[in-house]
C-alpha cells in the first residue's frame, strides 16, 4: 500500500554495512591496560586493506602504550575470503612473537571462518568477561615472571654440542666403539 513514502526496501539499498572501527581503552586492576577494537559492519574485499591496516596499527599502538589489545567483533561480518586474511595479515607478527590476539563475540558465521583457517594469531572468546580473565591470567603470570630470581627468568638453558670422549659416560661403550682401536 502507498502512503506517498517509499517503502522501506526502497528507501535503504541492501549491501554491505560500512565499516566503523573504534578503539577504546580501559585501565583494570587485574589485567593492567587494555585497549579494545570495536569493529561494526562488513569486512569485504574493498575495505579488507584497510581493516587490516587499522587493526595493525591497532596492535603497535597497544605494544607501545604496554596494553593489551582486544578486537571484539560482536557487530562485525566477514564477507569473503579476503576479510580472513585481512586479519591473518593483521596479526601475522603476534603469532611470529608466540602471542595471540584476543577475539571478542564473533558471530557464528564468523566464528566458523575463523575456526576454519585456524590463524594462530587470534584466539577466540565468547564473551568479554572470557577475554579479561584470560589477560588477568597473563598479567598474573608476566608478574611472577618479573619477581623471579634473575638467574630463573626465561629460558637461559646453556646448551652445549660436545663430542663424546672415549670412557667416559653411560655411553663409553659405543664411543670406545667408534673411536676405533
Wanted: net charge neutral; hydrophobic share 45%.
Amino acid at each position: 500500500m502507498e502512503n506517498g513514502r517509499p517503502s522501506r526496501a526502497r528507501a535503504r539499498p541492501r549491501g554491505s554495512a560500512p565499516l566503523l572501527v573504534q578503539t577504546v581503552h580501559e585501565r583494570r586492576p587485574e589485567a593492567g591496560g587494555i585497549s579494545i577494537l570495536r569493529a561494526r559492519g562488513t569486512v569485504d574485499a574493498s575495505n579488507a586493506v584497510e581493516f587490516s591496516e587499522a587493526l595493525a596499527g591497532h596492535i603497535a599502538h597497544a605494544d607501545r602504550a604496554a596494553e593489551h589489545p582486544v578486537l571484539d567483533m560482536t557487530e562485525m561480518y566477514l564477507a569473503c575470503p579476503a576479510a580472513v586474511r585481512s586479519l591473518d595479515r593483521a596479526t601475522g607478527a603476534l603469532a611470529f612473537s608466540g602471542r595471540t590476539l584476543p577475539v571478542v563475540q564473533p558471530r557464528p558465521h564468523a566464528l566458523d571462518a575463523l575456526r576454519t583457517a585456524g590463524l594462530p594469531g587470534i584466539r577466540v572468546h565468547a564473551t568479554m568477561a572470557s577475554a579479561l580473565e584470560t589477560l588477568e591470567a597473563l598479567e598474573a603470570w608476566e608478574a611472577a615472571e618479573t619477581w623471579a630470581a634473575p638467574e630463573t627468568r626465561g629460558a637461559a638453558v646453556e646448551v652445549r654440542d660436545d663430542p663424546v670422549e672415549a670412557g667416559n659416560g653411560r655411553d663409553a661403550p659405543a664411543a670406545r666403539r667408534r673411536a676405533g682401536p
